[in-house]
T-cell receptor
Framework: SQQGEEDPQALSIQEGENATMNCSYKTSINNLQWYRQNSGRGLVHLILIRSNEREKHSGRLRVTLDTSKKSSSLLITASRAADTASYFC??????????FGAGTTVTVRA | EPEVTQTPSHQVTQMGQEVILRCVPISNHLYFYWYRQILGQKVEFLVSFYNNEISEKSEIFDDQFSVERPDGSNFTLKIRSTKLEDSAMYFCASFRGARSGANVLTFGAGSRLTVL
């Protein structure tokens, strides 16, 4: 399966701390994306990193990609209560679909 | 901001009944998708649709499932004879097209299907 697998499954942190989650995948990809899902809602695109990129930033988000290890990490700095959500990595190896992992549930405590 | 809209937000049905879930993708998007998420589990790909035909489908998308875009606006998922295990949140998504760059999907809020 092409699907990314996130680690850890769940993460609980204090407001202001950083949250780091990882994603591993199995085959070569064109790009890797991270999405966020608030409870009971749809997924919202956060950030995309292409296979020839190693690191990317967007606001408080930092994504790294290591294609030799087939892994990516998402770092959320200075977390806020509003960051409480599930985070999914999605891998793309063709133009037609993304494959999602099971997600990391992040809880930010006030 | 353009959005993908899905109806109904929640449907309860009896096992064996037919269900149609509706989606209105973003108007200038060319690729359409259905995903499903059983409560607390991963988001699973069902089917992708482009140029009025199925591009790819997963093993989940068996003969009980069908999709169509009857009027160039709505994109529907039909489950012919629902089973208990079809209970899930169904997400529609769309993507503008390869020329816009990488396939960043825009998702709807989902339709929760409960099969009794």
């Amino acid at each position: 399966s092409q699907q990314g697998e996130e680690d850890p499954q769940a993460l609980s942190i204090q407001e202001g701390e950083n949250a780091t989650m990882n994603c591993s995948y199995k085959t070569s990809i064109n790009n890797l994306q991270w999405y966020r899902q608030n409870s009971g809602r749809g997924l919202v695109h956060l950030i995309l990193i292409r296979s020839n990129e190693r690191e990317k930033h967007s606001g408080r988000l930092r994504v790294t990609l290591d294609t030799s290890k087939k892994s990516s990490s998402l770092l959320i700095t200075a977390s806020r209560a509003a960051d409480t959500a599930s985070y999914f990595c999605a891998t793309d190896f063709n133009d037609y679909k993304l494959s999602f992992g099971a997600g990391t549930t992040v809880t930010v405590r006030a | 901001e353009p959005e993908v809209t899905q109806t109904p937000s929640h449907q309860v049905t009896q096992m064996g009944q037919e269900v149609i879930l509706r989606c209105v993708p973003i108007s200038n998007h060319l690729y359409f998708y259905w995903y499903r998420q059983i409560l607390g589990q991963k988001v699973e790909f069902l089917v992708s649709f482009y140029n009025n035909e199925i591009s790819e489908k997963s093993e989940i998308f068996d003969d009980q499932f069908s999709v169509e875009r009857p009027d160039g606006s709505n994109f529907t998922l039909k489950i012919r004879s629902t089973k208990l295990e079809d209970s899930a949140m169904y997400f529609c998504a769309s993507f503008r097209g390869a020329r816009s760059g990488a396939n960043v999907l825009t998702f709807g809020a989902g339709s929760r299907l409960t099969v009794l």
